[in-house]
């Protein structure tokens, strides 16, 4: 017998892998609201959006990430068909809820020292290794969500996101 939920909540995820002194690393972001490391993501917004996940990962990328523009700094692409999907509860609003995600990798434009100032030390912006994800507990003890320590199964296939 399957979990049961109250609401739906859908999401894109951005994943950012670069290889870093030889080691591949992926681009996480401090959430000061929920007090944790993410990936760039965001809800689905049908007034932003109209309902698309792909819409969804390109405003948020832009969002979070300035001065990126797609297109001229970025493209995405879809990682794998179809949602990857969660059951939890949500602390914000207090019911068990289905996350359902899209996967997308986002591939600079141009060599990656130009977006160096993304993630200097006074910014949110922090490289990951695969190993600190799979862990779920970051150095110096910050976290990171459920859903995040579930999406690196696969990351080792992904190509770098460097031209």
């Known amino acids: 017998m399957g979990e049961t939920y109250s609401r739906i909540s859908q999401a894109s995820i951005a994943i950012i892998k670069v290889s870093i002194d030889g080691e591949d690393k992926y681009l996480l972001q401090w959430n000061k609201k929920w007090n944790n490391y993410n990936f760039i993501s965001g809800k689905v917004e049908e007034d932003l959006d109209g309902g698309s996940f792909e819409r969804c990962v390109i405003r948020e990328i832009e969002e979070e990430l300035p001065p990126l523009r797609y297109v001229a700094d970025f493209t995405v692409s879809e990682i794998l068909p179809g949602f990857m999907e969660m059951i939890s509860f949500s602390k914000r609003t207090l019911q068990t809820t289905l996350y359902r995600f899209k996967l997308y990798q986002l591939f600079f434009t141009k060599p990656l020292q130009e ?14 290794s695969k190993e600190e994800l799979l862990r779920g507990d970051m150095v110096a003890s910050f976290p990171i969500p459920d859903v995040i320590s579930q999406i690196p199964q696969g990351l080792d296939s992904l190509p770098l996101s460097t031209p």
């Open 115 to 128: 977006y160096e100032t993304l993630w200097t030390k006074d910014r949110e912006n922090r490289w990951f």
